[in-house]
């Protein structure tokens, strides 16, 4: 009986001597991870989303480079200064400027992240706990592009939460304008002059002269559209209420910026001072994020 305990007791003591050493390094680090942070919780879910992005290149839906944006977010509670990591459903929606108005309203992109594939993307910064993603532009070329970004989290027993609309320019060739030929500029001379003139119709009462009724009407009409357009005025032209809100979240994004201004310093000190290794042209510390999770 002896001769099987003391094995054993081998075996345990190699198990534990494995787990001293790097071979279970990852494990512990993740559980220290874990553990270390903190998360939202459906009792105190996450009450607002701060996002920050910038042009990047990087892997596209199709595994080949592409352009696109490059995120850093932050997750933050009710009266809590300190940013979070979060367990739910993200997903990215991209618009940009091409096609008519109604095209504009719509994303032609929805990324979605399940919350196992989100977590790939949590980094630890200066600020606190954090997440940075690479975001695709799915359309071809490299046409100029006006576009925007917004963050929609979704939360087990709380309500869905909306980061705030992120603009982003895509610098690109510009599309040529397109000159009116001269069948278009004579059609529309053409309908121009067609003007519908209305005679006024004046009837004599002693030495005056007045307006019919249908023109009395007319202009009382467009006296009380003149009126509405400039109280309208009067109530767009008033000082906006500052909301410490919106403040909070801009002073925000403005440390991040920072950050990244930090990370993108320092990426090109290691550059000019090193002799012997080549680093990638792309310097952003982004770029070499890979995107996770389904896309919709």
Known sequence: MDDLIMPFRYVVILFLSTLVTGCASIDLTSWDWKMKHQFATPKKPVY??????EPAEGKGVDGMPTRGFAGQLMFFQHNNPSPVYVKGEVMIHL?????DLEDQTKPIHQYKFDSGAWQAHAVESTLGPGYQVFIPYVR?????????????LTQQRASDVYSRMVSVKLEGTTPETRQPSLTQNQQHFEAKGQIEVDTLARRETGKRLELSREHKQIKFNDSEQRQELIQQTKAESLKPILDERDERIRQLENQMARLLDDQRQQSTERFSNSDNESFPTNSTSYRKFRMSGSVK
């Not at 607002?48 to 992005?53: K, R």
């Open 48 to 53: 607002e989303i701060v996002a920050l992005w």
């Open 95 to 99: 618009f940009d400027d091409q096609g």
């Open 140 to 152: 071809k070329g490299r046409i100029q592009a006006e576009c925007a970004l917004r963050v929609q």
